[in-house]
């Protein structure tokens, strides 16, 4: 049974930091394609970052220099380190991923999904 679980986010002040993590089980997070995705309120659910199966990674370019999506196989997580974060990245962030044929920052194709967590960046 796949399971995506997010921890890591919290209530920081723009210019602070957070990591966050996706504990996987029944995915092995070394070899699928994984990604983040953020969803504001009143807004659609858009890509911030992703790992391809061969490892190449892709960042949204409204977080480019921010942001560091990485991966740990022993522990089997994927994690999210956001840094400088302003207002705009308020959203509840969502890990996904897809064993093959990577999708990128399109979320459609993503078979799997953990529940999300908040993220809320006050000015």
């Known amino acids: 049974q796949v399971q995506l679980m997010e921890s890591g986010g919290g209530s920081v002040q723009s210019g602070g930091s957070l990591r966050l993590s996706c504990a996987a089980s029944?995915?092995?997070?070394?070899?699928?394609?994984t990604a983040w995705f953020r969803q504001a309120p009143g807004q659609e659910r858009e890509g911030v970052a992703t790992?391809?199966?061969?490892?190449?990674?892709r960042y949204a370019d409204s977080v480019k220099g921010r942001i560091t999506i990485s991966r740990d196989s022993d522990k089997n997580t994927l994690y999210l380190e956001m840094n400088i974060l302003s207002p705009e990245d308020t959203a509840t962030y969502y890990c996904?991923?897809?064993?093959?044929?990577?999708?990128?920052?399109?979320?459609?194709?993503?078979?799997?999904w953990g529940r999300g967590t908040q993220v809320t960046v006050s000015s």
């Open positions: 996904a991923a897809l064993p093959w044929h990577c999708s990128g920052l399109r979320e459609d194709g993503y078979l799997h």
């Open positions: 029944g995915v092995p997070v070394s070899s699928w394609c």
């Open positions: 790992f391809y199966t061969d490892g190449r990674t």
